[in-house]
């Protein structure tokens, strides 16, 4: 915040000399402005230069002390909390390449092996276009003896439920 620094310093002085050389003109209406060494308080309003029809003119603005010491205080705060992004996400951000990179690697060896698969299944294609009916066959029969061992299932489960009842 030094130009901050700068810039009010700049312009107090300019205030200054501004006022002193309205108070030495002479035939001059003084508006009745002193010029003192003690601090301000933050209710106290900033004075500004106005340029009116040609003619300097000191003018109470509707800033107070206090607005620009607020100001300041944000001006720091943020700074501050952009200096921390800076320093989070340098270090973040080498964090997240690596896992990109890692990843990538990973896509490549899942391509691999999804092509070898699909060279398998293309080889199991060729290797069982002759025996494929019979193969229907064989998981037809497989269909129905699950099928059976389901009702069987099915029965002793009633079986079990009437002895229960029996025992009861």
Known sequence: MRSFSKHSSSL???VIATLLGAMALPGTAQAGIEVS????YPSDKITAIHNEFGKDVLIKSDVD???LKK???T???QARQIEELKRSSGSSSSYSNKEIEE???TIKEQERDLENLGKQVEELKRNSGSSSSSNNSEISNLKREVSDQDREMDQLKRTVEELSRKVK
């Open 75 to 77: 001006l720091n705060d």
């Open 71 to 73: 100001m300041q205080d």
């Open 37 to 40: 060494n003690s601090s301000a």
């Open 65 to 67: 002390v206090g607005d």
């Open 103 to 105: 990843l990538k690697r």
């Open 12 to 14: 107090s002085a300019t």
